[in-house]
């Protein structure tokens, strides 16, 4: 792509040397690392960031220090909502594509409640939000925020429930309304929350601006499929002292699809690749408005809907969603779906292959093997794990392959099989001589036998099955 | 009742076949609907505020001076690129006239912008589907079983279910009973079940071989030599195949290779440069490998976003057009598990694993979808239907969100 140069470096330009040579260069070890070079390196990665550099605090540095920071601003601007332990940062973008260094900050999703709601109602829904918890290879997949919708336009309503709100839940919140009267009640009830407020529009934003200055609260700024009216918000409300803003371009389910997706990636274009400061801030997306309009479609279907809007929002740039339907058939897909977008794409995919052990084997405790595609010996690990049962677990290198398409890719073959049942010595660890294969690699099973000279025990397809199968069918 | 929710779906949304249908059914619509009730009830009871003494006061402002009175208007200027690279176009199936018996053929390809970046420029061809029909039984996970049970073995009835009531563009015809560890059936047999699906639908066909290198090498030959002209898409070629051979007989024939590798763009580029020296750029789709929802999607995605990109930029060894195996969707367990009662139930979370595949993919270019699920094939057409209809959002009444009572 053509993009205009910036006198800035972009993430990829940005060398270690640049940012050693701000750095006091003493070599003092103080943030831990060897050397200065050390902690500039981690520095370019966004391993560390330079306070942790003591020295470079102290006053004789303060140049230096404000000229790393603004070399290190990312392009979207880092919003942080909520106060303590739960608080959720938003944007903090430094590139538009993952491949182009690594996406920080996941999409945050906030569950609706509304002041129309009964007490159990709210209770039910802020408790089901804050137990939802998914373990998926060695993370835990959570919900993150509260949307607090004013139905009833009723400032006293809205206090009321936002109160409940900020006593049962230490999620971070979204207060939502239009109307900064309801606003500000909302806000005196969670005078120290630091709650996003939602929204600021070519209508309210005065009085919407002077609410976020004195709560010292983020900002929305709101001009659905309006980009002229959203930048000029923008540069009103920052020219107005409020510095933390996230934008609110409008989603648009159905045939205002193409504009939602063009709007969001146009915005991201602008702020990573043209330099646009007017771009440069979070973007939230409101899945829920697949719920308008819901007429007598039953609500299987809207979730549905929901989900997919979600879905193309965390690939195109959304850094915060309200969503409504909370069943965990359909967050689910998308909890995982944000977990992998912002997984580090600089990290490997395959893991060392090798020996495993798991609890304490010994001469007559099972031996299986899997591949060393890291997704697929995590799921393994876990289920072994979870078994409780002492077992050997052979990875073999299968250049990050996966069982079923290393079989059909030959990536894993009879020979790797045989290879690392030698190369790993196991033959000295156990008496007897059988292997439990994955279900998916049956195809291979004669071949296996034939070349290692080892008893092939074909074990399930999926290794969630594994536990079952050591009670049931091992035996030395 | 929840007949009664259902005829009013279709009455409102004219789904055909009905999504809901697709998604199966529900014993616990009768049950939600019952919950809602009583919660409508209870809100006239409850009106949940507190005195106005009890709340904080309002703070004051911090005084900033120079506050401007009235909105500082701007323009916001759309970022549009322009790219030296262009997506081959390619084309499937061929009609009478052409040399085939296809009713239509299939053209993909051709995009000269990022996935659906339609501010830009529009899409020059929409994305299709093609849908999986396996050529003998195999396991299949209950969500999609229960649509297609009535089929399995009959590969024939399975493609005519395929077009005619879930709306593929395309079919794919996996020919696994060739494979020499399954029931090793011979090309014979091979051309006789394409032969019978060719005879029952007239969309372009994709033909899937067993994942032996050797085998497949043999059926392909003899398939792509008996339908000569129809312009099938060999699915797939790859670096352990004799490629030289196999390129030499789908160039001979008229067909289309799918030239696949494993998540690895170098790999894609040499596998491609072999190909050139017996066969057309507009005669080679690519698959970069499709992982799913949770088992790798990400390297899948970004490879085939990094390949869409390259191939703008004018790497023209990736400009091709891309397809995905999406159907690899359900190898993630929690497509088709049965999980505690919190996730379930599955054969909801199952198709709609399927989907976010898909529209993952979809923005990152794909262009061929090779699908299973008929809720998740008519989603994913729903979509893309959307994506290019070149109709504008309605801005008027988006901020009724916040008040929406669901």
């Known amino acids: 792509m053509s993009e205009k140069k910036k006198a800035k470096p972009k993430v990829k330009e940005l060398s270690p040397i640049d940012v050693y040579k701000l750095l006091p260069k003493t070599n003092c070890k103080e943030c831990g690392e060897e050397n200065c070079m050390a902690f500039a390196t981690k520095i370019v990665n966004r391993e560390v960031n330079i306070d942790q550099c003591p020295p470079l605090l102290k006053k004789e540095y303060i140049k230096a220090y404000s000229q790393l920071k603004e070399m290190l601003k990312p392009p979207v601007r880092e919003v942080i909502v909520g106060d303590g332990e739960k608080a959720v940062k938003l944007g903090g973008k430094l590139v538009m594509y993952r491949h182009e260094f690594t996406y920080f900050n996941p999409t945050a999703i906030a569950i609706d409640v509304t002041d129309e709601m009964t007490d159990e109602e709210l209770m039910n829904r802020i408790e089901k939000t804050g137990k939802f918890s998914y373990e998926y290879i060695g993370y835990t997949l959570k919900l993150d925020m509260i949307a607090v919708r004013s139905i009833s336009g009723d400032p006293e309503k809205f206090q009321a429930v936002v109160k409940k709100v900020v006593e049962k839940t230490d999620l971070p919140l979204i207060l939502c309304t239009l109307n900064a009267n309801v606003a500000e009640a909302g806000l005196m009830a969670a005078p120290k929350a630091k709650p996003l407020l939602y929204a600021a529009t070519i209508e309210n934003w005065k009085d919407m601006a002077e609410l976020a200055l004195m709560y010292n609260c983020p900002l929305v700024a709101s001009a659905p499929n309006d980009l002229n009216a959203l930048a000029s918000l923008a540069k009103t409300l920052l020219a107005f002292g409020v510095k933390d803003l996230v934008l609110d371009p409008g989603t648009f389910a159905n045939e205002g699809l193409a504009d939602t997706l063009n709007n969001f990636t146009m915005l991201r274009r602008a702020a990573c690749k043209g330099g646009e400061e007017l771009a440069g801030f979070p973007l939230i997306g409101v899945p829920m408005v697949a719920w308008m309009g819901k007429g007598e479609t039953a609500d299987e279907v809207i979730k549905w809907r929901e989900a997919n809007l979600a879905a193309m929002l965390i690939v195109r740039f959304a850094d915060v969603l309200v969503m409504h339907g909370d069943d965990g058939w359909s967050l689910l897909p998308n909890a995982v779906l944000r977990q992998n977008i912002y997984t580090d794409p600089r990290k490997p995919v395959a893991v060392e292959p090798g020996l495993k052990e798991f609890g304490t084997p010994d001469e007559n405790s099972p031996v299986l093997f899997t591949t060393n595609f890291a997704l697929t010996y995590y799921t393994v690990a876990s289920d072994i794990e979870n078994s409780k049962t002492n077992a050997y677990l052979i990875v073999v290198e299968t250049e990050g392959s996966a069982v079923d398409s290393g079989v059909a890719g030959r990536k894993l073959t009879a020979e790797k099989v045989a290879e690392a049942i030698k190369e790993t010595g196991i033959e000295n660890k156990v008496k007897h001589k059988k292997i439990i294969i994955p279900g998916k690699a049956s195809r291979i099973s004669g071949e296996i036998e034939e070349l290692s000279g080892w008893k092939v025990q074909v074990g399930p397809r999926d290794s969630s099955e594994i536990p079952k199968y050591l009670i049931d069918k091992w035996q030395p | ?406």
């Open chain 2, 1 to 406: 009742m929840a007949d009664k929710k259902k005829k009013d779906e279709k009455a409102g949304i004219n789904f055909s076949p009905d999504l809901l249908d697709l998604l199966s059914k529900f014993q616990e619509v009768e049950l939600e609907d019952f919950e809602l009730e009583v919660k409508d009830l209870e809100l006239w009871f409850e009106s949940g505020t507190l005195p106005r003494q009890l709340m904080p006061q309002p703070k004051a402002a911090p005084i900033i001076k120079g506050k401007p009175r009235e909105l500082l208007k701007t323009q916001f200027m759309s970022p549009i690129e322009t790219y030296p690279g262009k997506i081959v176009e390619v084309k499937l199936g061929a009609t009478k006239g052409e040399g085939g018996s296809r009713g239509c053929s299939v053209v993909i390809g051709g995009e000269n912008s990022p996935a659906f970046y339609t501010f830009e420029r529009p899409v020059v061809h929409p994305p299709v589907v093609t849908l999986d029909v396996f050529d003998m039984a195999l396991p299949l996970s209950k969500a999609v079983k229960m649509h297609v049970k009535e089929v399995i073995g009959d590969p024939a009835a399975w493609a005519k279910l395929a077009v005619e009531n879930f709306g593929a563009d395309m079919v794919t015809v996996h020919l696994i009973s060739i494979d020499p560890l399954l029931k090793d059936a011979t090309p014979k047999d091979a051309i006789k079940t394409v032969e019978e699906i060719l005879q029952t639908v007239d969309v372009p066909l994709v033909i899937g071989g067993c994942g032996d290198p050797v085998k497949d090498t043999a059926v392909f030959a003899e398939i792509t030599e008996t339908f000569a002209g129809e312009r099938f898409l060999i699915s797939s070629l790859t670096q352990d195949m004799d490629v030289e051979r196999c390129a030499k007989f789908v160039k001979k024939n008229g067909h289309v290779a799918l030239s696949f590798t494993p998540m690895d763009l170098n790999l894609a580029r040499e596998l491609n440069r072999r190909l050139y020296d017996h066969l057309n750029k507009e005669d080679i789709i690519m698959d970069l490998t499709t992982a799913a929802l949770g088992y790798g999607l990400d390297y899948a995605f970004t490879n085939m976003e990094r390949a869409r990109l390259a191939g703008l930029m004018g790497d023209a060894e990736l400009a091709h057009p891309m397809s995905s195996g999406t159907t690899n969707a359900w190898a993630a367990r929690e497509a088709w598990l049965k999980m505690a009662p919190e996730w379930e139930p599955r054969e909801l979370r199952g198709p709609l694993w399927e989907v976010t595949t898909a529209l993952t993919l979809l923005l990152a270019g794909v262009d061929l979808f090779m699908m299973m699920h008929p809720a998740a094939v008519k989603t994913l057409k729903e979509v893309t239907g959307q994506l290019v209809s070149g109709k504008k959002a309605d801005s008027s009444s988006f901020s009724d969100w916040i008040s929406l009572k669901p």
